[in-house]
């Protein structure tokens, strides 16, 4: 079991920056890959980028060159870098971590409750 909890979202204005942060407990050691998703109001939850095991990333078009993931390993906590905001990544992030077993096959997600990222001026 992991259990994940999110931080750091807030107003801010177009063009600003906010970093997300993602507090992991449980047994980190089994996660495969970490993610971020957002869910804007009467939007499907949407991919925003992810995180291997072995520090790959990859990022949805619409956020490719302004948001980065990355891990602190000592603290536990997985981080979401925004810059250069919008009014359309107004949304509530979430932080996702999957378990992949492979004998039998099995892929196990945890979520956490979200935080709200609302960009306006």
């Known amino acids: 079991q992991v259990q994940l909890v999110e931080s750091g979202g807030g107003l801010v204005q177009p063009g600003g920056s906010l970093r997300l942060s993602c507090a992991v407990s449980g047994s980190i050691e089994s996660i495969n890959a970490w993610g971020w998703y957002r869910q804007a109001p009467g939007n499907e939850r949407a991919l925003v980028g992810t995180?291997?095991?072995?520090?790959?990333?990859s990022y949805a078009e619409s956020v490719k060159g302004r948001f980065t993931i990355s891990r602190d390993n000592v603290h536990n906590t997985i981080y979401l870098h925004m810059n250069s905001l919008k009014p359309e990544d107004t949304a509530i992030y979430y932080c996702?971590?999957?378990?992949?077993?492979?004998?039998?096959?099995?892929?196990?997600?945890?979520w956490g409750q979200g935080t709200q990222v609302t960009v306006s001026s």
């Open positions: 996702n971590a999957k378990e992949i077993k492979l004998t039998p096959l099995q892929v196990n997600e945890y």
């Open positions: 995180l291997s095991k072995g520090g790959v990333t």
